[in-house]
């Protein structure tokens, strides 16, 4: 079992920046993708961005250009940084890990809010 812990929510004014940390309790070269989805009531969890083992790198087109998805493998630990933010980035962000070792499953963390205001 891996649990994963995001951290560096809050409030940000738009234009703002904040940088989402995920810090996984086994190693993350182990899981085959990590990544970040958010989501905000009444709607599905969308993607943001996810990163595989070899270091491919994928983002919602949303936030491309303005979000960068990468790691820490030595703290086991997968980060988001996200500049020019928008309201409309406002959302409850998860961290994902997608197979562990030979354990096909899913892992998420218990979220992250982040606030973007006009």
């Known amino acids: 079992q891996v649990q994963l812990v995001e951290s560096g929510g809050g409030l940000v004014q738009a234009g703002g920046s904040l940088t989402l940390s995920c810090a996984a309790s086994?190693?993350?070269?182990?899981?085959?993708?990590m990544g970040w989805y958010r989501q905000v009531p009444g709607k599905q969890r969308e993607l943001v961005a996810t990163?595989?083992?070899?270091?491919?790198?994928n983002y919602a087109d949303s936030v491309k250009g303005r979000f960068t998805i990468s790691r820490d493998s030595a703290k086991n630990t997968v980060y988001l940084q996200m500049n020019s933010l928008k309201p409309e980035d406002t959302a409850v962000y998860y961290c994902y890990g997608g197979g562990w070792g030979t354990n096909p499953g899913d892992y998420w963390g218990q979220g992250t809010q982040v606030t973007v205001s006009s």
């Open positions: 990163r595989t083992r070899s270091g491919s790198t």
């Open positions: 086994r190693s993350i070269f182990n899981f085959n993708t």
